[in-house]
């Protein structure tokens, strides 16, 4: 069976140590058992009050009893943006926090994940997570094929991003890479993060909800300043696919903003 992700995303808490849901409690599909092997987290800063920044903790629940071991304790640390210098500060890159776990999950088992905010914040940060699984730990392997597709957008509604046609001689698909950059020029108050889906007519994707490698702070006032950017890595995966197959991609962003935000996509394959 290939490897399968779901993403969940929401508003944060504004409390020194405040534990808020994101999202809804999700289940598993029908089959497994699922092995559990990687968990991931962003959190963006929605303004820049000078001297707060924002990050805290993953915690995941096990609702229905049926995930082995049951994930507690399941806190996991969720590095953030450091804290605004001033009230002029420009965007700013959010790294991807991707940890790998060993869990397993029933069919039909149900999860929550939560964010822990470590510092009082004026207005709440956005947050997006989700967990990767699959009938197996996919393996890290060199890249041999790899192709894409970037889109240009403003809406918070979910877009096409394109249409990838894999080789005739590929056998699986190992590697998800996926991007958010803001493209256009920046407006006060706009953070943005973003997720991608994957499906196709020719091979069984769904649920296929994937992180991009990063998010972005708000900025406020007149910004000033030049955003560092993180490390890059492909996701490691293991999906069975048919010679010439077709893979349709899409991406959600948390707001709508005024300037594109532009994601790319990538899929390693061999």
Known sequence: MPTHAIAVQGPGGTAAGAITAIGNAFTFPAGGPWLIHDIWMQVV??????????????IVNSVSGDITPDPAPGTYPVVGPCIAES???AISAVPLNLWPVDWTASPKAQMTISYLNHLAITTGSEVAAGVIFGDARPERRPLKFCDGVRASFASATEQSIGTIILAEKVTRI??????LNKGDAATVGEEI??????D????????SQYPCNRAFNASDGTPAGQSATPM????PVDIPTLPGARI??????????????DVQV???YE
Request: aromatic share 8%; no cysteine.
């Open 87 to 89: 009230a002029d500060s």
């Open 200 to 207: 196709s007519n020719d091979i069984k994707f769904p649920p």
């Open 232 to 235: 890059s890595n492909f996701i």
């Open 45 to 58: 800063r929605t303004t820049n009050v000078p001297n707060e920044g924002a990050g805290g903790a993953m």
């Open 193 to 198: 993060m973003a997720t991608i889906r994957l």
């Open 266 to 268: 990538y899929i390693a």
């Open 174 to 179: 190992v590697g998800i890479f996926a991007d």
């Open 248 to 261: 349709d991609v899409f991406a959600t962003t948390s707001v709508s903003v005024t300037g594109n935000a």
